[in-house]
Each structure stands twice: as structure tokens, then as C-alpha cells.
């Protein structure tokens, strides 16, 4: 059985930083690429970033490019989205994803992610 956990949400003031996680265990983790995506109230599900396999291969939106960071730790079955500077327009529920099906890059669709977190909720206040 696949399972991704999200963490490390909250409610945090405009400018400030946090750290969001995901554990993923019942798959070997090194050999999946890993997405982050998020939903705001209201709003269609959109892609915020990627990595490959090996986190040599890293993608992002280009609202959050400069500010936010996916790394990932394959000794840990870890992989992590820092976001700094954030904006009231962050506020979303952020789901991590599995890509169990791709090989050497990540991608930004999500018919391209085989499991799913139920998300952990990043509110940002003006």
C-alpha cells in the first residue's frame, strides 16, 4: 500500500517562510519522481513544482520560481517544499504526489502522478 503524508502547514503572516513535507512509503522512493500541487478555495488544483528521481531535475511554476525550493532526501523517504516570501496568494491546500510511471524528469500534469497526500493547509495572511 502507497501512502504520502503531508505536514508542516499553517497559518503564517505575508513575507514569512515555512517548510511543508511529505513521507511516502510503500513504494521504493529513489526510483519516483515527486510533485507538489496546490488548490485554493474556489479554484481548479494547479501544479506549484517537481523533482526527479535523483533531485537532480527540478521544475516550478513560475509564480513561485525564486521563492520556493523542492528538495527531497531518498536516505529519509522525504521530500520537502520550502517556501519563502510567501503571498496571501499561496494560500491553498498543498497535496505532494507520486510518479511512479516516468523515468529521468518530472512533469506538471496531474494525470501524470499515480498516488496522492490529502494535502496540508498553508493560509497566509495579509
Known amino acids: 500500500q502507497v501512502q504520502l503524508i503531508e505536514s508542516g502547514g499553517g497559518l503564517v503572516q505575508a513575507g514569512d517562510s515555512l517548510r511543508v513535507s511529505c513521507t511516502v512509503s510503500?513504494?521504493?522512493?529513489?526510483?519516483?519522481?515527486m510533485g507538489w500541487f496546490r488548490q485554493a478555495p474556489g479554484k481548479a488544483r494547479e501544479f506549484v513544482g517537481c523533482?526527479?528521481?535523483?533531485?537532480?531535475?527540478?521544475k516550478y511554476k513560475n509564480a513561485v520560481k525564486g521563492r520556493y525550493t523542492i528538495s527531497r532526501d531518498n536516505a529519509e523517504n522525504m521530500v520537502y517544499l520550502q517556501m519563502n516570501t510567501l503571498k496571501p496568494e499561496d494560500t491553498a491546500t498543498y497535496y505532494c504526489?507520486?510518479?511512479?510511471?516516468?523515468?529521468?524528469?518530472?512533469?506538471?500534469?496531474?494525470?501524470?502522478?499515480?498516488?496522492w497526500g490529502l494535502g496540508t493547509q498553508v493560509t497566509v495572511s495579509s
Open positions: 510503500g513504494y521504493t522512493f529513489s526510483t519516483i519522481n
Open positions: 523533482i526527479s528521481r535523483n533531485g537532480t531535475i527540478t
Open positions: 504526489a507520486a510518479d511512479t510511471r516516468h523515468w529521468r524528469t518530472c512533469f506538471s500534469e496531474d494525470y501524470d502522478y499515480d498516488y
